[in-house]
């Protein structure tokens, strides 16, 4: 279902076009004190869902298409909260158990290539989770520096 497929196309477009109206919508909750916060943990897993979707759609084998979920791990860590990196890497992991397994038998030739990957994942996730954590104890303590 890929090439010169137009049906596809449009498929993937449409799941395109949501995203990027997603993503406008999450970026104007971010403009609301109220809604800051759930825009972010929103945004965070829609990104992942829609990423999910859109590479069950192109179906297998995934190949470079996976890039994606470490390239959004990374990307959460950029709200500087370790709740939703954390929260990230688990909805990362079941979404990949998910996608492998809608994609069916084909994709478990070498199963220990999906483990590896989804090891990975889980060792991204708790590095950045620990950058994170690293970079808000070093502000706290500069802060109390300044102040004192």
């Known amino acids: 279902a890929t090439g010169g497929n137009l049906v596809f196309h449009q498929r993937i477009?449409?799941?395109?076009?949501?995203?990027?109206?997603?993503?406008?919508?999450?970026?104007?909750l971010l403009d609301r004190p109220a809604t800051e916060e759930m825009a972010r943990y929103g945004w965070a897993v829609t990104d992942v869902a829609l990423l999910t979707i859109a590479m069950g759609m192109t179906g297998e084998p995934i190949g470079p298409l996976a890039i994606g979920y470490p390239l959004v791990l990374v990307a959460a860590g950029l709200w500087?909260?370790?709740r939703l990196v954390v929260l990230t890497t688990v909805?990362?992991?079941?979404?990949?158990?998910?996608?492998?397994?809608?994609?069916?038998?084909?994709?478990?030739?070498?199963?220990?290539?999906?483990?590896i990957f989804g090891a990975s994942l889980a060792v991204i996730?708790?590095?950045?989770?620990?950058?994170v954590h690293r970079i808000g104890s070093l502000s706290r303590y500069f802060d109390r520096q300044r102040q004192g």
């Open 91 to 115: 909805v990362e992991l079941a979404s990949y158990v998910v996608l492998l397994w809608f994609l069916g038998p084909k994709d478990f030739r070498l199963p220990h290539y999906q483990l």
């Open 80 to 82: 500087f909260s370790v």
């Open 125 to 131: 996730g708790a590095i950045v989770a620990y950058q």
């Open 13 to 28: 477009m449409g799941v395109m076009g949501f995203w990027c109206a997603a993503a406008c919508g999450f970026q104007a």
